[in-house]
C-alpha cells in the first residue's frame, strides 16, 4: 500500500511517501515548501512521482508490526510518563524510522564520496608536484 501526508513541519510543508509491504515500511520525505494545493500535489505526483517511488523503494525498510506491551509495575510505568512527558512533540513511528535510516544511509555516501574526492585531490597535488620536480631536474 503506498500513501502520501502532506503535513507542515516547522518552515516548511512536507510530503512524505510511504510504501508499506510484507509488514514493512519504506519512507521517503519531500519538501514542497509552502502549502501546496490538491493541483500542485497532483502535478508533483506527475512530475517526481517515479523517483519518489524508487528513492522509497531504496530506503532501508523497517517493521511495521506493532508491538504487545506487557504491564509495567507502577513505579516503571511512572519512570515512563516522566520520560516522556520530557520529550513533548517527540515520536517515533515506522516511518520517521525509516526516514532517519535513510538519511544516515546518505550521510555514510556522502561522507565516503567526499573521502574519495579528497583523496583523487590529494593524488593530483602529489602528481602535479612530482612532474615539477622532474622538470626542475631537467632543465639543470
Excluded at 519512570?79 to 538519511?103: F, P
Excluded at 544516515?104 to 564520496?113: L, V
Aim: aromatic share 4%; no cysteine; charged share 35%.
Amino acid at each position: 500500500m503506498v500513501t502520501l501526508s502532506v503535513f507542515f513541519d516547522a518552515q516548511f510543508w512536507v510530503g512524505v511517501l510511504e510504501i508499506v509491504s510484507d509488514g514493512e515500511v519504506r519512507v521517503t520525505r519531500a519538501v514542497l515548501g509552502s502549502e501546496p494545493t490538491d493541483a500542485e500535489l497532483y502535478a508533483l505526483l506527475l512530475r517526481e512521482g517515479i523517483a519518489l517511488l524508487e528513492q522509497a523503494e531504496a530506503a532501508p525498510p523497517v517493521p511495521a508490526g506493532t508491538r504487545q506491551v506487557k504491564r509495567p509495575n507502577p513505579k516503571r510505568a511512572a519512570k515512563l510518563a516522566a520520560r516522556a512527558a520530557r520529550r513533548i512533540g517527540v515520536r517515533t513511528t515506522a516511518s520517521q524510522e525509516a526516514m532517519r535510516l535513510a538519511l544516515e544511509a546518505r550521510k555514510k555516501e556522502a561522507a565516503t564520496r567526499r573521502k574519495e574526492e579528497e583523496q583523487a585531490k590529494r593524488e593530483h597535488r602529489r602528481e602535479v608536484a612530482r612532474r615539477k620536480r622532474l622538470q626542475r631536474r631537467r632543465g639543470h
